[in-house]
């Protein structure tokens, strides 16, 4: 496909981002970082937003306009300090997203597949979820965030998600790479062999006036679910007057990729994709969900009391660590462990000892044995005669088989493996500094072997440059100046890329 559409969850603005926030930004930032490098700019686009329909700005009352104008600053402000690349940033308040849901909700409603009903159901106010009680946790807890449920009966609109329930166990199956990691696949077809229930997307108006009115009946605001997905639509299309969707975002020519926690998995891989069909439109291509930041036994949350707030980390360990180590930490689909120590231990260990070494000793040696000039940008010939080295030629086959190896991570059947991608960077950046510590060539200097030196600089510039470029969508700060440093006509070694931090 010849397009790609990356999205992260629009986060809800009832809290400040916190790290698990700031996850699947970075994640879909690099992504979509990649992407461009392979697609072109022109062929990619990065959606993320604010989930501003929900009961916690209605607390706001009167103000809720302006508390979630504030609040979705603070996000949008964030994601400037983390360096993301978003092509445009979503809000469910704004007009454009409004009138798509008015659409899609009459389209669905005319098709016939809303109905009015009452409901009896379990409410969690601070999950705005209802939950059956079936599911409930001991002691009438919502099993999401354990805190008491509410029983809820009223007249409201249902949207008929079992009538299409085969047929998203038959998508499911025939495709491979639209639900992963397999692990949540498997979840989502054992949830999908229980009764679906048909999903109610309606609130009535006197308890819930911060919404959008359902547009056949005004007295009904739009569920917050059934709202905020259809974001993903709305950022990049209309529907015409026929009921079409029309969007160069969303044809068979373009990749659609969700990166979600799997936390909403079943808001996306269900609701979602049902949502779509009925709709008339594909389902995307692929719902990537991936494993919580813990702290301790505990997942990072609002509720919970346990966020640490990114801006916080950036301060103390600068933007890049901070990026590194959410990529490198975990593969993408499992949970983390979020500490300071773990951050430092990568800090000191990979940036510091491998990368910042690698690209610090190698300056010197330039600064020392040859001004400051690199020897020559191609092999002189007279080197090239030299015996093949062994490690020269390792160096040298992972320098070209990197790109690909790369690219390989970065798909869906790898589940958009970072970590994976990071590690054979690492592999390169360990052979070179293993090439140095065995080359000795302080040694070689001594015996005038300047045909050695000469071959043995140029492999570690390479083997530098290769890495400079496969780190550009992970950490684009560091390996801009990387690259601006071995790039450089006249190398002048700056200060260490990454200097240790000595644990208290
Ligand atoms: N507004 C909904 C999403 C609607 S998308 C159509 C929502 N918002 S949220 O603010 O609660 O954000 C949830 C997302 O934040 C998760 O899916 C995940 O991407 C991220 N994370 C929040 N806490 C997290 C962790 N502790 N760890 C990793 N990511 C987590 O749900």
Redesign the pocket.
Known sequence: MSKFYVT?????VN?SP????S??TIAADTLARHMRSVLGDANVRFLTGT?EHGQKAQAAGQAAQEFVDLVSVKFRNLWKKLGISHDDFIRTSEERHIRTVQRALDIVYKKGDIYKDTYEGWYCTPCETFWLVSQLAEGQLCPDCKRPVEKISETNYFFKLNKYKDWLIDHIKKNPDFIRPQIRRNEVLGFLREELNDLCISRPKERLSWGIPLPFSPDHVTYVWFD??I?YISAVGHFDDKGAYISDWWGKDTNVVHL??K??LR?HAVYWPIMLHSLGIKPPDTICA?????IGAD???KSRGNVVAPLDMIDKYGLDVYRYFLLREVPFGLDGNFSEEAVIRRLNSDLANDLGNLVYRTLTMIEKYYDGNIPAKELPVASCQLPVNEQEKKIRNKINSLPDEIAAKFTAGSDFNFSAALEEVWKLINLANKYVEETKPWNLSKENKTKELERFILVLVDAIRAAGHALKPFVPGTAGEILRQIGADQIKKGKPLFPRIECS
Do not use: E, F, R, V
């Open positions: 992260t969850p629009i986060y809800y809290d916190h790290i698990g926030h996850y699947t989930d905020a997905l974001n979600i926690g936390d909403i808001h991936h494993g919580w930041w813990m997942k990072m949350s």
